[in-house]
């Protein structure tokens, strides 16, 4: 029986010794990162009545350190009765060669942590271990608050604090007896907030009648400025409601507001362009130069403000010669068929009668008067190959002549024109 006691003594032994061998860690000296000092110490829970050999001296180049250190890093060194502050505890642990050591982070939790007479009201927010070979750093962040008053004028130290860790082996994934790190603790002055000779605690605040009155003022302004805009919002709802029902409300092909100048222009404008592509792809035909002249004729009568045809009829209703088609309203479609009975003798005589344009009309007038002239002859007549080059200069200089015209008709140069009509006044 004595032969099997000093047997299981000396496995003991040797199972000590080997934990103690991965405990010491050679670390490079020119890679290693050493962590803020902290005069803590490391305990090991060694079996009674077993001697704990000595660690075996660091090799040539190596030096040897602990596998954990930790420290506590607070956001003042001075703090009342009530107030909470921060507090940090850092701790850097070994990851390198063969051993890694594993401390138990649960006790490190808010809801575990007790800190006598400190109070932890909650915990800060989790991040990240941050790596850097060959250390490892832990990182938890504590709220606490000191409730009693007894210790006015005094320094009460947050006390020191066990870390259990262990060692394991990268290799096998066996893990040592479980280690402690005694964190010292931290000395923190307690000031008062209430005289010597009163005993409860007062809440110190700094608001004022004047400060109150300021926020009062500022809600009320808010408050007013909120109601305008909802006001406002109600009454551009109003309008967009008005609108949208009035387009369901109409039932009368001829009790429909007509198109304003601006649409007028841009049909116009549509019909040009469609002419010119038809004309570069297949050539000059006597429809196409008539279908110019019918959008040019709409142009004409919308600058000199003469009445437009405007018929609002069903998908049904052809198309006749010198009408054009366009599609107004949203979210009901409607088909419009357009048509003007301007000619180059009527266009001159409304520019000569007294009561013309402003030159920029005038001008694009006249230009949409040389035209229709030579695409006239063209779609009444017999199309040539020689004047296919007087009808394409013709078609672009009225397409630039619409294109100025539908310009002014914009609201931002209306509102010019207006702005300036007022000043002149």
């Avoid at 704990?52 to 350190?65: C, F, M, R, W």
């Avoid at 070994?94 to 915990?123: D, K, M, R, W, Y």
């Avoid at 052809?318 to 366009?326: A, H, I, K, N, Y």
């Amino acid at each position: 029986m004595t032969k099997h006691i000093r047997i299981g003594v000396l496995a003991v032994a040797l199972s000590v010794g080997h934990v103690a061998l991965h405990a010491q860690t050679a670390v490079a000296p020119a890679a290693t990162t050493k962590p803020p000092a902290a005069a803590a110490t490391t305990k090991p829970q060694a079996a009674p009545g077993v001697a704990t050999p000595a660690p075996l001296p660091p090799k040539a180049g190596e030096v040897s350190s602990d596998p954990i250190r930790c420290w506590w890093k607070a956001d003042r060194t001075a703090v009342r009765v009530g107030e909470r502050f921060g507090l940090v505890l850092t701790c850097s642990v070994i990851e390198t060669g063969p051993i890694t050591v594993v401390p138990v982070l649960n006790q490190l939790e808010p809801g575990a942590l007790s800190l006598t007479p400190f109070e932890v009201v909650s915990g800060g927010p989790k991040v990240d271990d941050v790596i850097t070979p060959p250390w490892r750093f832990i990182q938890r962040e504590y709220n606490l608050r000191l409730l009693s008053d007894g210790f006015f004028g005094q320094e009460v130290s947050i006390p020191a604090l066990t870390v259990t860790y262990n060692l394991a082996s990268k290799g096998t994934g066996q893990q040592g007896r479980d280690q402690t790190y005694i964190l010292p603790a931290l000395p923190m002055r307690v000031l008062s907030l209430v005289p010597k000779g009163v005993s409860d605690i007062r809440d110190a605040s700094g608001q004022t009648f004047a400060s109150v009155e300021s926020r009062r003022f500022r809600a009320t302004t808010a408050t007013v400025t909120a109601w305008i805009s909802f006001a406002f919002a109600g009454v551009l709802g109003l309008f967009a409601l008005a609108r949208v029902v009035g387009q369901f409300r109409v039932k009368s092909t001829h009790a429909v507001k007509p198109l304003p100048a601006a649409s007028l222009l841009r049909a116009s404008l549509g019909v040009l362009r469609q002419v010119k592509e038809d004309s570069a792809r297949a050539g000059w035909t006597s429809e196409l130069s008539r279908r110019a002249a019918a959008a040019l004729r709409i142009a004409a009568a919308t600058a000199l403000g003469k009445r437009v045809a405007q018929d609002f009829v069903t998908s049904d209703m052809s198309e006749r010669d010198g009408q054009l088609t366009v599609f107004t309203g949203w979210p009901r479609r409607r088909r419009v068929l357009l048509s003007a009975a301007t000619t180059p003798t009527t266009i001159t005589r409304e520019l000569n009668n007294g009561h013309g344009p402003d030159p920029r009309t005038r001008s694009s007038a006249e230009s949409i008067a040389q035209a229709l002239g030579v695409l006239g002859a063209a779609g009444y007549g017999r199309a040539t190959p020689e004047n296919s080059a007087a009808l394409d200069t013709a078609l672009e200089d009225s397409t630039e002549a619409v294109r100025r015209l539908r310009s002014g008709t914009l609201w931002p140069r209306r509102a010019t024109a207006a702005m300036r009509a007022f000043v002149g006044l």
